[in-house]
């Protein structure tokens, strides 16, 4: 058994020079100039285009990316391989791959109108390639939100007192939204007055616990509906409960994704990124205080070994599942869809780039640490599945917390809203993205059909049916896989985007800081999604006569989705990764010359 406070040290000190030194460096290759126009002023319009104030922008970028998949990912990794592995791919990973995506896509959506890195790559490779990388996000997208709308289910299940903390913690930041922009109160009375009700609204779901159907819950909880509601889709998986909380899930993040984003978006994720603060930075506080004071109910050590091989404890291989496994902990391809789709409107300045990009990542990082550092605390039953490990972070924080003196009975309820927060941010905020990405795919609208893709509902529609029939299946490690592989390759494509850029900015670039991570999670996430087809689904689902006697039509009809939808995102990412590479060959052999520059408009 290791203490943790040696695994909080090195991550800090890892982030630190990461930050001071690399980034630094970064933001001069760029070229951030504060005297340049942002978007956010260019194309101000009270609905997408709105300047922010940089913690108010980092409170939503934080909130937005650090979505359940840090959560989720290193506490399933450390599980299954072990702490180490876990560890080192964040904290060499984020500095090195992570934190640089989401900077360099947030610099190339500033200098291009804060477009998508689907419209950037269009602008160098043509039509075909921006489609093909707005179609891959899409679809990626609908995984996003398939996946944070069950974890989301899930831990109102595991917490009821979370999903009245979180029903109260939505209606305030309406009000603080309207404070703020309808009223143009005090910013600084509305932070205090609202973050203080905020944290009361935890008090008060610890006291009013909420569910929706009949079950085994905390005393005096409070039960809507009378009905077990067993027939639901992925009731027999997940329990009714948890299955009863997805579609509302979709709903709310349907219905909040067409909001104007000073309605509930700017004002919701400013008031989560305190319960982030406070939730992350307290839990990595406690782990010191708890060491040297000795003040935590348990001793803060690693409860889970080092290393438990190659192949996991489920069967299943470090390379390549480890690396999207723990996804958005280290490098995440929703990152960039959230930099160049909403950040990128909203930045004030083009330094705020730096610490809301790399250094919003770094914090992800750290988010990650701690939920690696819960269930190393907890190490909870591999076997348990989802349904077991994502309590874990709530249960593990409650423990760090006692270094407070803080009763695990709130503590615990605490760290469960600040795991949904992230969730609910990320879910609406990916339904807006898979917005943009379709308005970007049809343009001007030249039929109904295309008219409703584009409509703010009709979209959203698009992404959350889908979302829920993915959900239906009842199989959440396929699920992650598949959400993971995605998200990593499209991370890979937003590099490519990046290096891509740079290459056509100024052919004397040099383009390793971008290409040589892309490179890397290419190989990764290509063998991963070609695992999660043949093996995951095809050799274990439908070529093992156990699994066909008792699927549903559902789960058929999922796992079928699965192959289908891994295959065509290896597809459409190796495409676009030749052309991308046959541009950036154009360049560097002189056929074309870089006609960009950072003053264009």
Sequence with gaps: MVQVIWLVVGILALFSVGYLGYSKYLAQFVDLDDS??????????????????????????????AGGAPIVGPITAGVLWGWVPALAWIAIGNPLMGSVHDFSSLSASLRHDGKSIGYIIGEYVGERGKNMLLWFAFLTIILVVAVFALVVAIVFNAYPQAATASLIYIGLAILLGAWLYQFDLPFLAGTGLFVALMFAGVWVGIQYPLAL?????????????????????AAGAFGANTAAWIPIILVYGAVASALPVWVLLQPRDYLSSFLLYTGVGGALLAVIVGTILGTSSQPLVTNLEPFYGFIGRNGAPLFPLLFITIACGTISGFHSLVSS???????????????????????????????????????????????????????????????????TSFGGPFMALVLVSFLLTSTDTAVRLGRYMMEEIIGTPESSVQSFAADRYGNAALQTIPAYI????????????????????????????????????????????????????VVITVSGLLWLAFYSNLYAKFLDPTWMAGASLVQMLSAVAQIVLALVLVYLGLALVRMGYSNISAIRDGEESGGFSPSDD
Excluded: C
Aim: hydrophobic share 45%.
């Design 36 to 65: 340049r126009e942002t978007p956010a002023h260019k194309y101000e319009d009270g609905q997408e285009y709105v300047p922010a104030k940089k913690p108010v922008l980092l409170g939503h970028h934080y909130s937005s990316i």
């Design 213 to 233: 159907v009949p079950g085994e819950y905390p005393a005096g909880t409070i039960v809507l509906l009378s009905s077990q509601l067993s027939w639901l889709p």
């Design 341 to 407: 789709g909403t950040t990128a409107k909203q930045l004030n300045r083009e330094s705020d780039a730096r610490p809301i990009g790399y250094g919003g990542m770094l914090g992800e990082g750290l988010l990650a640490t701690v939920a690696l550092i819960t269930v190393a605390l907890v190490a909870p039953d591999v076997g348990g599945g989802i349904g077991l490990a994502l309590p874990t972070f709530a249960t593990g924080g409650g423990i760090l917390l006692t270094s407070f003196g803080i009763p």
């Design 470 to 521: 993915l959900i239906a299946s009842g199989s959440w490690a396929t699920l992650w896989q598949l959400f993971g592989g995605a998200n990593q390759l499209l991370a890979a494509l937003a590099l490519l985007t990046a290096t891509v850029w740079l290459a056509n900015w100024d052919d004397s670039k040099q383009l390793i800081s971008t290409g040589g991570p892309m490179a890397v999670m």
